[in-house]
Every structure is written in structure tokens, then in C-alpha cells.
């Protein structure tokens, strides 16, 4: 006599349909953050904390023209960082990015100014050479075995001397004001109608891919993600957008520099996310010799990673140009360098490799703008904003090497 196995079917039905629900998508989260995949948490609950205690103490920090202010300052380090978080899935760094920044800004004003070129020819120029420096690093890693630690380092020096160079004994060079770049870099905002369609896209794209998704995992008899569920983090994400939009509009609007570091961002994205070099950026950074086993060209993901930063390096220097409409000895110095490497720390990338999103470099300079826009509306001391950006990024390297150790344990369990 068999058995009726329907009640065992009906409860596993409930079990799935409970796992699918909203809380089961609460459990599932908590269950990512006990293994220590904490994701973007640590970073949103900055901001939050942040915003709450500046504008508390100054209300003008979230006036919208402030914020706008604020978006304009991200979008120049922020580019510089994206280059960052390839280096640092490798487990490598780059000490030059300040540097190279500033090199790049003076070879736009001697090429464009002094010598007569046009624009785009002198920031074609920059963005070559931006490649080139940095396939010598990769190739003093990848041929001599040159810790990237001590080559970017002599690059730094180097570079700093080569812009020193360049821009001769006056030392400074500005840009015209009524230019297209100066323009770009200070007044340029997307229309109030196309940042409301714009905000409308990653949402859009979000269920498409998600649907996508879904049809090839059910076709393979695979479990996948409810529609409902999907949906719901569509709305969430268009309606934070939106209103974001909105409220930027009330002032200036939507910079079109922080458009332009925006879609970057999500190129990178697409790339580390979605195409067989990004899947190997995250196998070499895992495990070298098993990426290497495994046939892939790890020489070939090294020379990339590097010529990617310096290039983002010198597309943020002359954006930083078009920003300050000059170039001169003190571009790329400073902080530069080393806001550039905690951005991406702190929005999430790991210093271990292996770990990392392109999102880390927009979330991190967000958080590092967030604190010297607070600080500087209170005229409070410098010296507390690279102390407070020092205690953020000791916290974001804490976090990193506890969740990672989670990880590790929980895999072990």
C-alpha cells in the first residue's frame, strides 16, 4: 500500500512560498550579513549618521544647492577612485593616482593653452599617456616582479617632478572661462526633464535583466527569484531616484560632471559584473595561481587593471581642472592621493582582492565629500577632517577584515 506524498508536497510548497514573502527576503539579508557578506550596509549606515548629525548642527547641509555643490566636488576624486577599486581587487594599490592626476591637468593647460592644440586633442593626449604609465607599472610587476607598492611609489615621485617640469617657473596655468571644459567642470546641470528619465533607468533595467534572470533559471529547473519581489526593489530604487532628482531640482540640479562619473560607474559595473574579464578581475584577486591554472591570462588582467587606474587618474585630473578652470603645481597633491584610496576602502572594496564594486568608489567619496562639505560649513579645523576621514577608514578596514574572517569561518561551518 504506497502513501499519499501530497501533504509532504503541500508543506514544501508553503515552506517556498514563506521563503518568497518579504520576510523571507528579510531573512535571507540577515543571513548574508551573520556569513559577513555586509555589502553596502556599513557605507549607508555612514551616510545616514552623517547627514543626521550635519544637518542637525547646520541645516544648510542638505539645502539642495549645497548638495549640488557637493556632487560636483565627487564627481573629480571619484573618477580617480573607480581606477582605485581595479588595483585593489588584484590586491595591489596605486600610489600615484594623485600624481598622475596632477600631471594630466598640466599637460591639458600647456598642450590647450600654451601651445595652442585644441582641447580634445590635449585630452586625448593625457588619457594616452594616463595608459602608457600605467602599463610600465604592470609591466614591472608582471616582468620583474616589482612590488606595485614601491614602482607606483617612484612613479608618485617621478610624476611630480615631470609636472613640475612642464608647467616651468610660473607654475600655474588658467583655463578660459567662457570654455566648454571650464563650463562642463562648473555650470553645466542635466535638464530637469532628462534627470527624471535618467532616474527612471535603473529601475527599468533592474526588472528587465531580473526577468531575464528568472526565465533562464526556470528553464533550467533552478530556483529563482519571485516577480513580486523583484518589482518591489524596482519601485524602492525609482522612487528614492526620483525624489533625489526632485530635490537636487529645487536648487541648481543634477550636475552633468556627477552624470558623466555616474555612467562610469555603471560601465564599470557592467564590466566587473557581467563580461569574462570582470569574472577573471575576481578570480585572479581570489586565488593568483588557481586563476592562473584555470587558463586565464593573468598577465593580461594585471596590464588592464593598471592601465585602467592611470587613466582614471588622468580623466580626473583634467576634470578637476575643468572644476578649479586652472592647472598648477598644486593639483593632485594634498589629500588627492589618499582620498582617492579610502574612497574605495571605505565604500566596500576590499585591500585583500577579491572583493569590490564600482559602486564602492561612488558611496566612499560621497561619504569623504559628506564629511568636508559638514566640516567646512561649521569652519571647523582641516585638521579634524583628516582625522575623522582617518577614524572613518580605520573603521572600513575593521569591518572588511572581520567580515572577511566570517566568511571564512562560516565557510568552514
Known amino acids: 500500500m504506497t502513501q499519499n506524498p501530497t501533504p509532504m508536497l503541500d508543506r514544501s510548497d508553503a515552506r517556498v512560498r514563506h521563503d518568497d514573502s518579504l520576510m523571507g527576503a528579510v531573512r535571507e539579508f540577515l543571513d548574508r550579513v551573520k556569513s559577513g557578506d555586509l555589502g553596502m550596509l556599513p557605507v549607508a549606515i555612514g551616510l545616514v549618521v552623517i547627514s543626521v548629525v550635519f544637518s542637525a548642527l547646520n541645516p544648510v547641509f542638505l539645502a539642495p544647492n549645497n548638495l549640488v555643490n557637493m556632487l560636483f566636488d565627487c564627481a573629480t576624486v571619484g573618477v580617480i ?27 591639458v593647460g600647456v598642450l590647450w593653452v600654451n601651445m595652442g592644440l585644441p582641447v580634445g586633442l590635449a585630452i586625448l593626449a593625457a588619457l594616452i599617456v594616463g595608459a602608457l604609465v600605467g602599463s610600465i607599472y604592470a609591466f614591472l610587476f608582471n616582468k620583474l616582479g616589482m ?15 615631470m609636472q613640475l617640469y612642464i608647467l616651468g617657473p610660473t607654475g600655474s596655468i588658467n583655463l578660459p572661462f567662457a570654455s566648454a571644459l571650464v563650463g562642463f567642470g562648473q555650470l553645466w546641470i542635466i535638464p530637469k526633464w532628462l534627470s527624471h528619465l535618467l ?45 533625489a532628482v526632485w530635490y537636487l531640482n529645487l536648487g541648481r540640479g543634477v550636475p552633468l560632471m556627477f552624470g558623466l562619473f555616474v555612467a562610469l560607474v555603471v560601465a564599470l559595473n557592467y564590466a566587473l559584473t557581467r563580461t569574462q574579464w570582470g569574472r577573471s578581475m575576481f578570480a585572479v584577486g581570489g586565488n593568483r595561481e588557481a586563476a592562473r591554472r584555470s587558463g586565464i591570462n593573468v598577465k593580461r588582467i594585471y596590464l588592464s587593471a593598471f592601465m585602467l587606474c592611470s587613466t582614471f587618474a588622468a580623466l580626473g585630473g583634467m576634470l578637476s581642472a575643468s572644476r578649479l578652470a586652472s592647472s598648477s603645481q598644486q593639483a593632485g597633491t594634498g589629500d588627492v592621493n589618499l582620498n582617492a584610496i579610502a574612497a574605495a576602502v571605505i565604500g566596500g572594496t576590499s585591500l585583500f ?14 561619504v569623504i565629500q559628506a564629511i568636508s562639505n559638514g566640516l567646512t560649513l561649521l569652519n571647523l579645523s582641516s585638521s579634524l577632517r583628516y582625522m575623522i576621514t582617518g ?8 569591518v572588511d577584515s572581520l567580515a572577511r574572517r566570517s566568511r571564512v569561518s562560516h565557510g568552514r561551518a
Open 391 to 398: 577614524g572613518v577608514l580605520a573603521t572600513a578596514v575593521i
Open 81 to 107: 577612485s573607480l581606477g582605485i577599486v581595479c588595483v585593489l581587487m588584484l590586491g595591489e594599490i596605486d600610489l600615484s593616482v594623485g600624481s598622475m592626476s596632477g600631471f594630466a591637468s598640466a599637460m
Open 199 to 243: 532616474a527612471l533607468l535603473p529601475g527599468a533595467v533592474m526588472v528587465l535583466t531580473g526577468m531575464s534572470v528568472m526565465r533562464r533559471r526556470t528553464a533550467a529547473n533552478l530556483s529563482a527569484q519571485p516577480l513580486g519581489r523583484l518589482v518591489l526593489k524596482a519601485a524602492v530604487l525609482t522612487a528614492a531616484l526620483e525624489f
Open 353 to 366: 582582492g577579491g572583493r569590490g564594486s564600482a559602486w564602492s568608489a561612488l558611496l566612499g567619496i560621497i
Open 147 to 161: 612590488p606595485s607598492f614601491i614602482s607606483t611609489l617612484s612613479g608618485l615621485l617621478a610624476i611630480l617632478g
